[in-house]
């Protein structure tokens, strides 16, 4: 299974951007799926996943402000970032859990004051 993000840099305070993940490869039984960030100084957290069979779930931080959707197909996962703030700022991955979790890469966005 390979993911690669697509979509980061730099935005704005107060704007939006949508990040898009394509999966490839084979995959089966996906428990869930969604996005991860990194910002500077602090661990990698989750903070939007798309639970099968049990809803979507999103960090306090990104409430309100971030939604997570995929395609029918499920090789595309979306990250739709609204009301950017300075805090957003990071490197984010998308990611997939299976039998073992995949992450990609990462992309960067930037949120400018």
């Known amino acids: 299974v390979q993911l690669q993000e697509s979509g980061g840099g730099v935005v ?3 704007g939006s951007v949508t990040l898009s993940c ?3 490869g084979s ?3 996906v428990k869930a ?3 991860y960030r990194q910002t500077p100084g602090k661990q990698r957290e989750l903070i939007a996943a798309t639970v ?3 809803g979507t779930h999103y960090d306090n931080s990104v409430q309100g402000r971030f939604t997570v ?3 029918d197909s499920g090789d595309t996962i979306l990250l739709q970032m609204d ?3 300075s805090e957003d700022t990071g490197v984010y991955y998308c ?4 039998w073992t979790d995949y992450w990609g890469p990462g992309t960067q966005v930037t949120v400018s004051t």
């Open 83 to 85: 009301n950017l703030r």
């Open 52 to 54: 099968t069979g049990g």
């Open 33 to 35: 799926k969604g996005w």
């Open 69 to 71: 959707s995929g395609s």
């Open 27 to 29: 995959w089966f039984s």
């Open 12 to 14: 704005q305070a107060g």
């Open 95 to 98: 990611w997939v859990a299976t």
């Open 22 to 24: 394509t999966i490839s």
